[in-house]
């Protein structure tokens, strides 16, 4: 064997060409990812990573459980914040006048309102997503308030997993959600 070849085998450099990836066309308008009290600023780095790959717009609904201030950002990774423009609620009412533009859950011009919880009797696989839908999550020990998933339990949409688990990561799962509504998008 040459020795460039068995340097590279030896070091683990073995490399085998990986074909170029498609490109992603988001839909218009964009998906709504909508975070409701996050507290671990690595999984909002990492949903807000997935809304910049996907084109998808976050929205903070508050309280936070960190701060947005350019020094918490840089330390938790999230260098590529401000090509996100994320838009941040006081609270709940505050989404609900400025983000929802007043609108019922089930009426919102563009988008409807998915409410991830692992209590959902609704699939995500029976999920018919539409452009600009909003796709909400919870607090990531407690979930969504349970006033708001009995507002609307209609809305209420679940991750299939197996019996006796109790849940996935919020990062994980809003990433599960983003990409099966892309999907289910043809985007």
């Not at 590529?80 to 929802?100: H, I, K, N, Q, T």
């Amino acid at each position: 064997m040459p020795g460039r070849a068995r340097l590279r085998r030896d070091r683990g450099l073995f490399t085998m060409p990986i074909p170029p990836m498609s490109s992603l066309v988001p839909p218009d308008p964009p998906l709504q990812v909508v975070l409701v009290a996050p507290q671990i600023p690595p999984n909002t780095g990492n949903i807000a990573r997935t809304c910049a790959v996907t084109g998808s717009r976050l929205h903070l609904v508050g309280p936070l459980g960190f701060s947005l201030d350019a020094a918490h950002l840089r330390r938790a990774g999230l260098d590529y914040w401000e090509a996100l423009d994320p838009r941040v609620y006081r609270d709940w009412s505050d989404f609900e006048a400025r983000g929802l533009d007043g609108q019922s859950a089930s009426g919102v011009p563009g988008g409807r309102l998915h409410l991830f919880t692992g209590r959902a009797a609704r699939s995500l696989r029976d999920v018919a997503f539409a452009p600009g839908d909003f796709l909400v999550f919870g607090h990531e020990q407690l979930g969504l308030p349970p006033a708001l998933l009995a507002a609307w339990p209609e809305r209420q949409v679940g991750i299939p997993m197996l019996p006796g688990q109790r849940s996935l990561n919020l990062a994980v799962a809003a990433g599960v959600a983003v990409y099966a509504a892309l999907a289910f998008l043809g985007a």
